[in-house]
């Protein structure tokens, strides 16, 4: 099934964290590397999936600050994998129409790394059909402390001054769908702001075998849930009339 969610669905933004990459190598009796490669993989296939059925913002949490604590040669193994990424996927990414960012800090990532998410950025800014945001070296406890330093006085100067923090342009933008693989039930520290009114949906498969179908049906279960914002069922229902 290929149905285009744009014209249907209310979901304008989802967010994933890619869990599973070590347990699937595990399984293989692969390196931990394997998986994470193969996990890039996935996140290909997810960014054409996400194009093709209308899901205008996509954000995949590929590091967060506190898997700085991995095994040095595993934080070095990702960050190779996130450069070449970059640097393979820009010319795609721009004939797709798809924008590229980078959320979370940059200031402890190699100058290089630097360069590859500062050129993807540049070069796919006009992209129109989806944003990717990719999060590295994200903590959203220590966005909202950032945030909570410029003594925000509402919801919109509180999301603007943590778009500030994460280097994105504009405020912050609502997670409709939050989707986590790997058999996991937790947040681990992402977009804690923008989760508040979340629908959460959780996969017991490992990242790498996350496929086009499983964000399809995602976006079905997304659809089938009635999301009420603090009102009534009946209130809700009046509204959706
Ligand atoms: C969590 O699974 C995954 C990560 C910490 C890394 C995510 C990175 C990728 C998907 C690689 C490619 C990403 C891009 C953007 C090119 P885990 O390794 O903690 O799995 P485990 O819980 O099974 O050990």
């Known amino acids: 099934m290929s149905r285009n969610f744009a014209t249907q669905s209310t979901c304008h933004h989802v967010a994933i964290v890619m869990d599973g990459n070590g347990r699937w190598a595990d399984e293989r009796g692969l390196p931990r590397l394997e998986g994470h490669r193969a996990g890039a993989v996935a996140v290909r296939r997810a960014t054409e999936a996400a194009a093709r059925l209308g899901v205008p913002l996509l954000t995949l949490y590929a590091f967060s600050s506190d898997n700085w604590r991995r095994p040095e040669d595993?934080?070095?193994?990702?960050?190779?994998?996130?450069?070449?990424?970059?640097?393979?996927?820009?010319?795609?990414?721009?004939?797709?129409?798809?924008?590229?960012?980078?959320?979370?800090?940059?200031d402890r990532l190699a100058p290089r790394l630097v360069r590859e998410i500062e050129r993807t950025e540049e070069t796919t800014r006009g992209g129109t059909r989806l944003h990717l945001r990719i999060a590295i070296d994200y903590s959203a406890r220590d966005l909202l402390v950032a945030a909570a330093s410029d003594v925000p006085r509402s919801r919109d100067e509180m999301s603007r001054a943590i778009a500030r923090a994460m280097h994105a342009e504009a405020s912050t933008e609502d997670v409709d769908l939050f989707i986590r693989t790997g058999r996991e039930r937790r947040l681990s520290d992402f977009l804690l702001w923008e989760c508040a009114y979340a629908e959460l949906v959780f996969y017991d498969r490992m990242w790498p075998d996350f496929s086009a179908e499983d964000l399809e049906e995602a976006l079905r279960a997304f659809e089938r849930r009635q999301r009420r914002f603090g009102k009534t069922p009946a209130q809700t229902a009046e509204v959706a009339r």
Not at 83 to 105: C, H, N, Q
């Open 74 to 106: 595993e934080v070095r193994g990702l960050f190779a994998l996130f450069t070449v990424y970059l640097r393979e996927e820009r010319e795609r990414a721009l004939r797709e129409g798809v924008r590229v960012s980078v959320i979370g800090r940059r």
